[in-house]
C-alpha cells in the first residue's frame, strides 16, 4: 500500500495539474471507486460537475481537493488502497484496463483518472471542517499529522509514543498518533535507530524516541526525493512513472540478504498478516515483551 512519501508525490502531481481547473463532467466506470459516497455515483458526479479544483492537500496517506465555486464547503477525497492510481491523462489516451472514475475539465486539457485494478482504493466528495483552511474532510479529521508537516509537534509524539502500553512498531503504524506510516517505512525507521519491532515503546528513552522520529523522517524525506518505493507497476505518479527508492532500502524486502551495517543476513518475521524485516543482531529481540 502506498505510504506517506508515495502518496506525496501524487499530491505533488495533483497541485501541478488540476490546481484551478473546473469539473465539465465525471464518469464512474465502477461504484466500488466511490462507495464511501453514500448517496451512489450519480451524487458524486452531481456534486463535482461545475466545481472549480483548489490545491491538493494530504493528512498521512489520504488525498483532498478543496472545492470551490459550487462545491464550496467540500473536498473530494481520495484513498489509494492497495492498487489506486490518479493519473493525468490525454483525452486521446485509450483507456486504462482498470479505469474506475473519469473527470473531464472545462478547458479540454487533461484529464484526471482514477485507476485500481483491486478496487481497495476509492474516491468521494465530502464535507469539509468548518473554517478550515485546508478543507480537511470531516471523516479523517481525526488522524494525525504525519513528520513531514511543518505543524507536526515532535515533544508531543515523543511523549505519547513513551505513553503507550504497546510494541514501538504498532504504534508507528497507529493512524491516530502519527501518520502515513506504513510497514515499510516502518521497518526501515526501527532498522537505522536500531530498535527490535516487538520493543515495548514505554522502554523507550526520550533521546531513543527521538532519533526513531528523526529516522521515520529522514527515510521517508529520502524516499520522497526519488519518487517513493515502486515494487511492481501498481504504484505510479500522475504521469504514469515509478519511484526508485527500492533500491535504498536497508530492511524491507531483504531476507537473506546481509545487514548493510554488520553483515549478519536479515530476517522476515511474521507480523500482523504482515511481514517485519530486521538484523538480529544490530535489532535485538527485548528482553521484557509487552502484554498488552
Given at each position: 500500500?502506498?505510504?506517506?512519501?508515495?502518496?506525496?508525490?501524487v499530491?505533488?502531481?495533483?497541485?501541478?495539474?488540476?490546481?484551478?481547473?473546473?469539473?465539465?463532467?465525471?464518469?464512474?466506470?465502477?461504484?466500488?471507486?466511490?462507495r464511501?459516497?453514500?448517496?451512489?455515483?450519480?451524487?458524486?458526479?452531481?456534486?463535482?460537475?461545475?466545481?472549480?479544483?483548489?490545491?491538493?492537500?494530504?493528512r498521512?496517506?489520504?488525498?483532498?481537493?478543496?472545492?470551490?465555486?459550487?462545491?464550496q464547503?467540500?473536498?473530494?477525497?481520495?484513498h489509494?488502497?492497495?492498487?489506486?492510481?490518479?493519473?493525468?491523462?490525454?483525452?486521446?489516451?485509450?483507456?486504462?484496463?482498470?479505469?474506475?472514475?473519469?473527470?473531464?475539465?472545462?478547458?479540454?486539457?487533461?484529464?484526471?483518472?482514477?485507476?485500481?485494478?483491486?478496487?481497495?482504493?476509492?474516491?468521494?466528495?465530502?464535507?469539509?471542517?468548518?473554517?478550515?483552511?485546508?478543507?480537511?474532510?470531516?471523516?479523517?479529521?481525526?488522524?494525525?499529522r504525519?513528520?513531514?508537516?511543518?505543524?507536526?509537534?515532535?515533544?508531543v509524539?515523543?511523549?505519547?509514543?513513551?505513553?503507550?502500553?504497546?510494541?514501538?512498531?504498532?504504534?508507528?503504524?497507529?493512524?491516530?498518533?502519527i501518520?502515513?506510516?506504513?510497514n515499510?517505512?516502518?521497518?526501515?525507521?526501527?532498522?537505522?535507530?536500531?530498535?527490535?519491532?516487538?520493543?515495548?515503546?514505554?522502554?523507550?528513552?526520550?533521546?531513543?524516541?527521538?532519533?526513531?522520529?528523526?529516522?521515520?523522517?529522514?527515510?521517508?524525506?529520502?524516499?520522497?526525493?526519488?519518487?517513493?518505493?515502486?515494487?511492481?507497476?501498481?504504484?505510479v505518479?500522475?504521469?504514469?512513472?515509478?519511484?526508485?527508492?527500492s533500491?535504498?532500502?536497508?530492511?524491507?524486502?531483504?531476507?537473506?540478504?546481509?545487514?548493510?551495517?554488520?553483515?549478519?543476513?536479515?530476517?522476515?518475521?511474521?507480523?500482523?498478516?504482515?511481514?517485519?524485516?530486521?538484523?538480529?543482531?544490530?535489532?535485538?529481540?527485548?528482553?521484557?515483551?509487552?502484554?498488552?
Open positions: 500500500m502506498p505510504e506517506l512519501p508515495e502518496v506525496e508525490v499530491r505533488r502531481g495533483l497541485a501541478n495539474w488540476v490546481a484551478g481547473r473546473t469539473v465539465a463532467g465525471v464518469d464512474v466506470l465502477h461504484p466500488r471507486a466511490v464511501r459516497q453514500s448517496a451512489g455515483a450519480a451524487d458524486f458526479a452531481a456534486r463535482l460537475t461545475g466545481t472549480t479544483f483548489g490545491a491538493a492537500q494530504r498521512g496517506k489520504y488525498l483532498w481537493v478543496p472545492l470551490a465555486g459550487r462545491g464547503g467540500f473536498s473530494m477525497i481520495g489509494l488502497g492497495m492498487s489506486g492510481q490518479l493519473l493525468v491523462q490525454d483525452p486521446a489516451v485509450p483507456d486504462e484496463k482498470h479505469l474506475r472514475v473519469r473527470l473531464r475539465f472545462t478547458d479540454g486539457g487533461r484529464e484526471l483518472r482514477f485507476v485500481d485494478q483491486r478496487t481497495f482504493g476509492g474516491l468521494a466528495v465530502e464535507e469539509a471542517e468548518d473554517g478550515d483552511p485546508e478543507g480537511t474532510p470531516v471523516s479523517i479529521a481525526h488522524i494525525a504525519d513528520p513531514l508537516d511543518a505543524r507536526f509537534d515532535d515533544a509524539f515523543v511523549a505519547a509514543l513513551r505513553a503507550r502500553r504497546t510494541t514501538v512498531k504498532r504504534a508507528l503504524l497507529d493512524q491516530t498518533l501518520s502515513g506510516v506504513g515499510i517505512y516502518a521497518d526501515e525507521a526501527l532498522w537505522r535507530s536500531r530498535l527490535h519491532y516487538d520493543r515495548p515503546s514505554a522502554t523507550l528513552t526520550r533521546p531513543q524516541a527521538a532519533l526513531l522520529l528523526a529516522n521515520a523522517r529522514e527515510v521517508m524525506t529520502a524516499a520522497l526525493a526519488v519518487g517513493g518505493t515502486s515494487f511492481d507497476s501498481l504504484y505518479n500522475v504521469n504514469g512513472e515509478s519511484g526508485y527508492f533500491r535504498d532500502l536497508d530492511a524491507y524486502g531483504r531476507e537473506d540478504e546481509p545487514c548493510r551495517r554488520c553483515g549478519t543476513a536479515i530476517r522476515r518475521a511474521a507480523w500482523m498478516n504482515r511481514s517485519s524485516y530486521f538484523c538480529p543482531r544490530c535489532q535485538r529481540v527485548p528482553r521484557v515483551r509487552d502484554g498488552g
